[in-house]
Every structure is written in structure tokens, then in C-alpha cells.
């Protein structure tokens, strides 16, 4: 099984930044498509960025030219990049990483953009 830690949340004016890590253990090596999610009260948990073994990327249309997703396979670690941070990105923010026989989640850490 995979475990997974975030990190790196907080609070942050607008047009700040802030860089979340995720690291990976337990069965990193049978990891293959690796994300970030986030979930702001009263709403659905929503796709941010994904990231395959490969390296093909995928950004929600609302973080596009602001976030970056980038992993570091030796390191087993998941980073989200976020600039130009906008109060709407307030949310917990979730790691999540897909094996052929697990769908794993971290614990979430909570990110806000507030002045």
C-alpha cells in the first residue's frame, strides 16, 4: 500500500505564493498517475493537476498558467507550484496517487488566500 503526507499548506495574501509537497511511501515504486485535488466547504473534491509516470501533465482550466505539478521519482515526492494565488484557491488541498490496485490519499492540508 502507498501513504501518502502533504505539506506545505497556509495562509497567504492574494498574489502570493505557496509550494505543497507530497511525499510518498510504504509501495512508492507501483506508483504510476500521481494528482493534486482540493475540496473548498461546501463544495465537491476537484481535480488541480495530475501527473502520469511518464510525465504527461493535466491542469484544471482554472489553474492553467498559475500552478505547476511537478514529481521527483528518486525522491518519491509530489510538488504543486502555486503563483498568482486567488481567494477562490482557498480549499484543503489532497494528494492522490494511483497504483494497478490502490487509490491512495494523503490527509489533506489546508491552503488559504485571504488578505
Known amino acids: 500500500q502507498v501513504q501518502l503526507v502533504e505539506s506545505g499548506g497556509g495562509l497567504v495574501q492574494p498574489g502570493g505564493s505557496l509550494r505543497l509537497s507530497c511525499a510518498a511511501s510504504g509501495t512508492p515504486f507501483l506508483i504510476n498517475d500521481m494528482g493534486w485535488y482540493r475540496q473548498a466547504p461546501g463544495n465537491q473534491r476537484e481535480l488541480v493537476a495530475t501527473?502520469?509516470?511518464?510525465?504527461?501533465?493535466n491542469y484544471a482550466n482554472s489553474v492553467k498558467g498559475r500552478f505547476t505539478i511537478s514529481r521527483d521519482n528518486a525522491k518519491n515526492t509530489l510538488y504543486l507550484q502555486m503563483n498568482s494565488l486567488k481567494p477562490e484557491d482557498t480549499a484543503v488541498y489532497y494528494c492522490?496517487?494511483?497504483?494497478?490496485?490502490?487509490?491512495?490519499w494523503g490527509q489533506g492540508t489546508q491552503v488559504t488566500v485571504s488578505s
Open positions: 492522490n496517487a494511483k497504483t494497478l490496485i490502490d487509490n491512495a
Open positions: 501527473t502520469t509516470r511518464g510525465g504527461r501533465l
